[in-house]
């Protein structure tokens, strides 16, 4: 595999880590439940630990923008999914042009090879 592959994969992984934190920040309730919080450490933890990884030959601006784009766009999902939350139409149409941003970044930008 070469370097790239490798530093998105630990990118998808930073982002991923990035969501289960989230959700398990969601569970702490305020940080007042220990075992969800450490959970939530732990992935967090992880996830800074990979986009680390990824900046070996992503382009840090580059890098950021996807963890942060994808990482909200998932985070919204799980919302939906698992704590039966809503999103209305702006806040569907709005993670609609975070989703186009990355796309743009990623398809059209130089910046976004190393």
Partial sequence: MTPVIVSYGALALAIVAEVIGTAFLQKSEQFTRLAPT?????????????????????????AYAIWAGLGIVLTA???????????????????????????????FSNSAAH
């Fill in 38 to 62: 450490l959970v939530m450490a732990v992935f967090y933890a992880g996830s800074f630990f990979f986009l680390s990884q990824a900046l070996k030959m992503v382009p840090l601006g580059v």
């Fill in 77 to 107: 999902f799980v919302s939906v999914l698992v704590f039966r939350q809503t999103l209305d139409l702006p806040a569907m149409i709005g993670i609609g042009m975070i989703v186009a941003g990355v796309i743009v970044v990623n398809a």
